[in-house]
């Protein structure tokens, strides 16, 4: 089992930047392939982005690419998303996640992670 907890949130202005963090306790953190999901007030949980292992492989969805980047630090058991451009769309609470499967392709639905953060909220005003 890994706890995660989310931080970095907060309220900016469009055209702004913020670096979400998810701190990982538990199982070695390196064993997980880990991601950063996003939902809306009344909307669905939606993908955001996804990193391997080591680091080596990321994914992203088509309008987070160019403007987020997903990293992680292994020694430090953490799991970043600097994003660049907000824009008011961009609203809406973070989780990261984390899934212990040993599949080489990363995971891009939230059905495929097992456990999750509790979320911090980005506020992007216009």
């Known amino acids: 089992q890994v706890q995660l907890v989310e931080s970095g949130g907060g309220l900016v202005q469009a055209g702004g930047s913020l670096r979400l963090s998810c701190a990982a306790s538990?199982?070695?953190?390196?064993?997980?392939?880990m991601g950063w999901f996003r939902q809306a007030p009344g909307k669905e949980r939606e993908f955001v982005a996804a990193?391997?292992?080591?680091?080596?492989?990321?994914s992203y969805a088509d309008s987070m690419k160019g403007r987020f980047t997903i990293s992680r630090d292994n020694d430090k058991d953490a799991l970043y998303l600097r994003m660049n451009s907000l824009k008011p769309e961009d609203t809406a609470v973070y989780y990261c996640?984390?899934?212990?499967?040993?599949?080489?392709?990363?995971?891009?639905?939230?059905?495929?992670?097992?456990?999750w953060g509790k979320g911090t909220l980005v506020n992007v005003s216009s």
């Open positions: 990193i391997s292992r080591i680091g080596g492989t990321t």
């Open positions: 538990g199982r070695a953190f390196g064993r997980f392939r």
């Open positions: 996640a984390a899934d212990p499967t040993l599949a080489p392709s990363l995971a891009t639905s939230p059905t495929q992670y097992v456990y």
